[in-house]
């Protein structure tokens, strides 16, 4: 064959309508495909969107015919400035889609080692190119398939999960009750809050750690023995607010959920619901993102997309880098630099924002309110001290210890505690913003004849080698107990109760102690009748569908409360007090005896440089972690001194053969405005010795962190004066 004809050959199947009808066709099975399958099955994904059909609609036009389109229009400028060009690069979509394609379902099907999954994948794409210019059986194939770029996002659109989000199955005004009862309700739900973080060594919660959980139950009941009955926030919470035993079939909106605390008390009272992640409240109510604009929402949706069809899409090995999308629905990249510089002198982050619009909306009225809140915490990501500080950006993911396949915690015992640091550190700040909701509601004099609902979705657990969410690969009690208090109307005496109690009871309790009869029929029963007998076992569902089922006392419920009181030292202060020689704590650097400084430079990590940067009015760093390399010996830990004391001490980790790591958290009392000197000291035992171990100090890169005046300070005391 002549070199004439070889050349026609090689740009025939690329010129003319079929070719860009067999890029529209590649492009529906590597892009649009993978990302229907996805959303269809995770439906959640789109909830917590806030997804509309014009949302739907606009997310399809371009996922199916926008981007493979312009696709199509860059190969045909590409031809007409040089057709070669538009050639090789035709060629090259097609086996970059075809790579594409195949690494997808190769996820899906393949037990190849990651490395061996991406060359497969390159290899498909190639023969998918290679067979578009060499076999015109191929290239009739994909014109017969090509019906996929219509048939693909109609399926889409037909599927059960979808379907629900398109249509208006229910009028919310039909289902609405009228009631009597006139008390206002006031229900906040706490997420990931196992009942374990709030208690001390006397199973009573800490009023010296949680000082303001501690004075509600002093005039609430507290269930002691209060447990969830789904692993997932979007099962959990629709149990909390229809009385119901939950399956994987439904989406939690409120065409799946329609009878529900709202539709109970919406005919009487005005109703404010703030929730973050789910649309159980009729529309038009005051959902956590309901305010954002169209263009705000598909903008949203389309980055966090991206996010998500990146990790569905590559191979597992080019996904380690990615943010996470298992820890939660939205916000994937974090907030944009815009948004920083907004956000910059509150210091909120995201969900502070959030409970600050809750917090805000707390009013007196003429109609008896229902106020609902869903808050994202403590829940991680972990980023906040307890007094509202943020010593990571609002949505970094950073968890060292923690294995993202499986969503487990890794062997070490110090980088799981650390963990379990922060989470409780985080839920003190839950305290704190408990303690300002009661502080509102007395102001307004509304605490008194407020029926008053604390409780969580879910808990989370921190053992090694073992999962952090799952209950059927981790203690189960971490997952199933959750704190439950409910101060009735006018109730001014605490108590305790240890009756078995799950979430599908706390509607019907709300009901009871409100007097109303519920119009429908639930799985729950009143918590507060104790009339009623109580259920032998409890149950709990995980993600994958399996039903545990567990005696109503639980065998084990104190059994993650005993590791927390040996891990941590009584008091409010007690969890910076963590990791080795807490003894050393406070001291100064002057009364150690130093040994020779080693040649060696710890080098802290650049995101948490870059982030202090970012969020310089905002930010404490608290949190101080970094890399080394080729210590002179491996039996040593690290001592953390900042301004000449000695505030954490912490072991150090080989990341491969070289590169040393630590970390430790340090409180943000050790810090002061301004540039604050940070040493770093090698301890190293004399092993023939019992001589008090000899500091080697290290250098630092920086040595110097700097903490503005603003970032010191509580978060709410400077809201508080910047509203003065």
């Not at 038009?284 to 949203?300: D, K, N, P, V, Y």
């Not at 545990?548 to 941590?568: E, G, H, P």
């Amino acid at each position: 064959m002549s070199q004439a004809a070889t050349s026609h050959d090689t740009k025939q199947p690329v010129r003319g309508f079929s070719a860009g009808l067999h890029l529209l066709t590649l492009s529906a099975f590597a892009l649009a495909w993978p990302l229907y399958d996805l959303l269809s099955r995770h439906p959640g994904f789109l909830v917590a969107h806030r997804s509309r059909p014009a949302d739907l609609i606009a997310l399809i036009t371009l996922v199916s015919f926008g981007v493979p389109l312009a696709l199509v229009v860059l190969t045909a400028v590409a031809r007409r400035i040089w057709h070669p060009l538009g050639t090789w690069l035709y060629l090259l979509l097609v086996a970059l889609l075809g790579a594409v394609a195949s690494s997808w379902l190769l996820s899906k099907f393949s037990f190849l080692p990651g490395y061996a999954e991406i060359l497969a994948a390159l290899a498909l794409g190639g023969l998918t190119a290679g067979l578009y210019v060499r076999w015109p059986l191929w290239r009739s194939f994909l014109s017969a398939v090509s019906p996929a770029i219509v048939v693909f996002p109609l399926v889409f659109v037909a599927s059960p999960n979808v379907s629900k989000l398109l249509t208006k199955q229910v009028d919310p005004r039909q289902l609405m009750h009228e009631v009597d009862a006139t008390a206002p309700v006031v229900m906040i739900v706490f997420d990931e809050f196992p009942t374990a973080s709030l208690l001390n060594a006397e199973r009573r919660i800490d009023p010296a750690v949680y000082p303001n959980f501690a004075a509600l139950a002093e005039q609430a009941t507290w269930y002691r023995n209060a447990t969830s009955v789904h692993q997932l926030t979007g099962h959990a919470l629709p149990a909390i607010l229809t009385g119901n035993y939950q399956n994987g079939t439904r989406v939690p909106t409120f065409g799946d959920h329609p009878y529900n605390l709202f539709t109970l008390l919406g005919g009487s009272y005005e109703l404010k619901a703030f929730e973050a992640f789910t649309q159980l409240c009729p529309e038009g109510r005051f959902g956590a993102f309901e305010s954002e604009q169209f263009a705000r929402r598909l903008q949203t949706t389309l980055s966090d997309l991206a996010v998500v069809y990146l990790h569905v899409t590559l191979p597992r090995e080019l996904t380690r880098r990615l943010p996470s999308v298992s820890q939660t629905w939205r916000d994937f990249l974090g907030p944009s630099e815009e948004e920083v510089t907004r956000q910059a002198n509150k210091a909120f982050g995201t969900q502070l924002e959030h409970f600050q619009k809750f917090y805000n909306a707390l009013s007196t009225s003429d109609r008896p309110q229902c106020y609902f809140a869903h808050i994202y915490l403590p829940h991680q990501p972990w980023v906040y001290l307890p007094e509202g500080q943020l010593y990571m950006p609002p949505n970094a993911l950073y968890m060292p210890g923690y294995i993202r396949e499986g969503d487990r915690w890794g062997p070490s015992h110090y980088l799981v505690d650390q963990a379990y640091q922060r989470h409780l550190l985080q839920v003190r700040l839950v305290d704190l913003l408990l303690g300002r909701v009661i502080d509102r509601l007395k102001a307004l004099d509304l605490y008194d004849p407020s029926l008053i609902v604390v409780t969580a979705d879910h808990g989370v657990s921190f053992w090694p080698n073992q999962s952090r969410r799952n209950p059927a690969k981790c203690p189960p009690e971490d997952i199933l107990c959750v704190p439950l208090l409910i101060k009735a109307p006018h109730q001014r005496e605490g108590k305790i109760s240890d009756r078995n109690v799950e979430s599908i009871d706390i509607l019907p309790t709300i009901a009871d102690l409100l007097g109303i009869e519920l119009p429908w029929r639930v799985d729950g029963i009143s918590a507060a009748n104790d009339s009623v007998p109580e259920r032998p076992k409890k149950r709990i569902v995980t993600r994958d569908g399996q039903v545990l089922t567990f005696d109503a006392r639980l065998q084990n419920q104190y059994a993650t409360l005993d590791r927390k009181l040996k891990l941590f030292d009584p008091g409010p202060d007690g969890l910076w007090r963590f990791g080795p020689r807490k003894q050393w704590l406070g001291r100064s650097v002057d009364s150690f005896a130093l040994g020779q400084p080693w040649d060696v430079r710890f080098s802290i990590v650049p995101e948490l440089l870059d982030w202090a940067r970012l969020y310089a009015n905002a930010f404490v760093p608290s949190l101080i972690a970094g890399t080394f390399h080729d210590p002179p010996t491996d039996r040593f830990q690290l001592a953390f001194a900042i301004n000449g004391k000695i505030e954490a001490v912490a072991p150090c980790f080989h990341t491969d053969m070289v590169t040393w790591f630590s970390q430790a958290m340090v409180p943000p009392s050790a810090f002061r405005e301004g540039k604050n000197r940070l040493q770093l000291f090698a301890v190293v035992e004399d092993q023939a010795s019992s001589a008090q171990p000899r500091l080697h100090p290290l250098r630092v890169a920086p040595e110097q962190l700097s903490v503005s005046a603003e970032a010191l300070q509580p978060v709410f005391a400077r809201d508080r004066a910047d509203s003065d």
